[in-house]
C-alpha cells in the first residue's frame, strides 16, 4: 500500500493564493480547486451569482444522449425525472433542472426573477423552442394550478358544486349541505356535553 502523496502548486485566479492540492486516491475527500478557482472563493462566487456558468462539449454529449425528439416537437427527457416530471441532470458536481440546462445552454443565462416555461406544457420537455422564461405570476396563470378543483363538479361527499349548494367565500368554493351537517353535528355535541355537565 503507498502512503505516498503527490502535491500540486496551483494558484487561485480570484485571490491570487497558492493552494497545495493533494492526490491521494480517487476515494479522496480533500476538496480540490474548482474551475481555476481555490474552494473558498469557488464557494462565494457560486453564493453571489458572479460564477460564469461553463458548459463543456462532454456536458452536450451527455445531456442529448438522453433526449429523445418527438414527432410533436418536444424533446422527451429519458433519464432520471422527479415525481412532477421534470428531468435532473448531473453538471459540475451537482444537479439541475434539465429543462433550465437546455434553455442556458441555447439562449443563454435565466434573468434574476425569472422562471422557465413549458409553453408546451410537458415538464419533461428540453425542447428550447417550447421554453420562455417567465415570471412566477406569468408562470402561475399559464398553468394547471387550480385547474383539477374547477373542474369538480362535485363535493368529496357527493353533492353538486351548483347555485343552491355553492357557497362562495374568499375566492374558494364551500359545499352548503356539508356546511349544513357539520354545523349541526357541532351544535349536537355542543348540546351534549352540556347536558352531561348538568
Known sequence: MCTESTTIEQ???RCGKRESE???SPNSTTRR???GLCYGCYRKAR???SLEKTFSNDDGERFFAKVAKNENGCWEWTAYQEPLGYGKFG???SVVFAHRYSYELHKGSIPDGMEIDHLCRNP???NPAHLEAVTHAVNVRRGDAG???RDRTHCPSGHPYDDENTRWYRGMRYCRSCGN???RASKARKRAAKASAV
Do not use: F, P
Request: charged residues 30%; glycine residues 8%.
Open 181 to 183: 351537517a357539520r354545523s
Open 91 to 93: 453538471l459540475n458536481g
Open 124 to 126: 419533461a420537455c428540453v
Open 11 to 13: 494558484s487561485c485566479a
Open 47 to 49: 453564493r453571489d451569482g
Open 22 to 24: 493533494i492526490v491521494r
Open 147 to 149: 385547474k383539477r378543483m
Open 33 to 35: 480547486m474548482v474551475r
